[in-house]
């Protein structure tokens, strides 16, 4: 699969997500935050919303390569917050 350009893409999402994790807040405004947070996160349990994370994976990982992509980007890693109560 080779490697991927998510984690160290600088495109900015469509949106600044403030997540609340363990008494901190932490600020996700590019593609390669997103991507670090949602793959190497192990405080939260991401198997539970196994189709949702993996599409905001694969979102993230086409809006790495592609900037037009980051808008359905923002909207899955929305949908994944969401429904993970990050948001």
């Given at each position: ?60 990982e086409k ?25």
């Amino acid at each position: 699969m080779g490697m991927s350009a998510g984690p160290h893409s600088r495109t900015p999402l469509t949106a600044i997500f403030k997540i609340k994790l363990n008494g901190e807040t932490i600020s996700i405004a590019t593609v390669g935050e997103a991507y670090r947070f949602i793959t190497n996160l192990s405080s939260i349990e991401w198997m539970e919303f196994k189709s949702l994370h993996g599409d905001a994976v694969a979102a993230l990982e086409k809006a790495a390569t592609d900037a037009m992509l980051t808008v359905p980007a923002t909207t899955a890693l929305r949908a994944l917050f969401v429904r993970a109560k990050l948001l």
